[in-house]
């Protein structure tokens, strides 16, 4: 199956874990995409993005004629550190997201995924992303939960450790 989408992946715990971003032509699928590179992302696919299901996980590459291409508006297609493949963990719709959404998935495969909406372009949508990458399966009470709120043992700035 190959879809219009992008797929980056975020190396969190030791693995690759994989953001198929989905919208329109013009949303700023590539431009999401550049921008979250610059905070430790990797390529796997612009523009089309080959999945396939393997047990109950679903994984992405890029097309063999695209593989380690970028589209930069402005400036062409660009060659781009990439990854092979990767696990995918988290489908990202761009358009307008609602401020306290529902958990929302989508299907692929026969296979769900959690699911999140960003403005694409939006100046903290790669950092809205990156947080979700860190919180996937947190849910929304989890995304709060810190070593603090957990009375674990926090550290000052005057700590050595």
């Known amino acids: 199956m190959i879809l219009h989408a992008g797929l980056i992946a975020l190396?969190?715990?030791g693995l690759w874990r994989g953001a198929l971003i989905e919208g329109a032509s013009g949303a700023g699928k590539s431009d999401l995409a550049l921008r979250a590179l610059d905070l430790g992302f990797r390529l796997v696919a612009d523009d089309r993005v080959v999945v396939w299901r393997s047990g109950e996980a679903?994984?992405?590459r890029a097309p063999d004629p695209l593989a380690g291409l970028l589209e930069v508006r402005g400036l062409g297609v660009l060659a781009e550190r990439r990854l092979e493949f990767c696990r995918i963990g988290l489908v990202v719709t761009l358009g307008?997201?609602?401020?306290?959404p529902e958990p929302m998935s989508k299907?692929?495969?026969g296979l769900s995924l959690p699911e999140i909406r960003l403005l694409g372009r939006e100046a903290s949508a790669p950092a809205k992303l990156r947080r979700a990458m860190q919180h996937l399966g947190a849910g929304p009470?989890?995304?709060?939960?810190?070593?603090?709120?957990?009375?674990?043992?926090?550290?000052?700035?005057?700590d050595s450790r």
């Open 96 to 100: 307008e997201p609602e401020r306290a």
């Open 58 to 60: 679903l994984y992405g």
């Open 107 to 109: 299907e692929y495969l």
């Open 141 to 158: 009470e989890g995304a709060y939960l810190s070593p603090l709120a957990l009375g674990a043992p926090s550290r000052s700035s005057g």
């Open 11 to 13: 190396r969190l715990d």
